[in-house]
């Protein structure tokens, strides 16, 4: 099975060089997910929360988004040019060396602290 390189920033930006097979029909967020990185991905994959945004480093990367993509990041936080959603980038060779940053995340609020 090929692997691939893929760059990915965390919140702190400690860079992670990350290993990823093409040909197990994963998605850059289950990759995130597979290594621990802190990539909720709340509604599984299926492109409705957007917590698995991120801002893609890579130069001449192709940013085309798929309608329900760009409907749920019209609503997202933190959007950017660059934003996409992790679930919906499929790990495929032409990714390889591929620098992605996780976008931020709004911290729970405490009620308690009111």
């Not at 289950?30 to 599984?44: D, F, M, N, Q, R």
């Not at 917590?51 to 480093?57: L, T």
């Not at 309608?67 to 992790?86: C, F, H, I, K, P």
């Not at 996780?102 to 405490?110: C, F, G, S, T």
């Amino acid at each position: 099975m090929e692997t691939i390189r893929l760059n990915i920033i965390d919140r702190t930006g400690t860079e992670h060089q990350v290993e990823a097979p093409t040909g197990m029909n994963m998605n850059l967020m289950e990759v995130c997910k597979s290594v621990e990185l802190p990539v909720e991905g709340t509604c599984g994959g299926m492109a409705l929360c957007a917590s698995c945004q991120v801002y893609i480093e890579t130069k001449n990367f192709p940013l085309s988004r798929n309608d329900a993509e760009q409907a749920l990041l019209d609503e997202a936080w933190y959007v950017e040019d660059n934003s996409r959603l992790g679930c919906q980038i499929q790990i495929t060779a032409e990714l390889d060396g591929l620098t992605v940053r996780l976008a931020p995340v709004d911290e729970a609020i405490d009620i308690d602290e009111w």
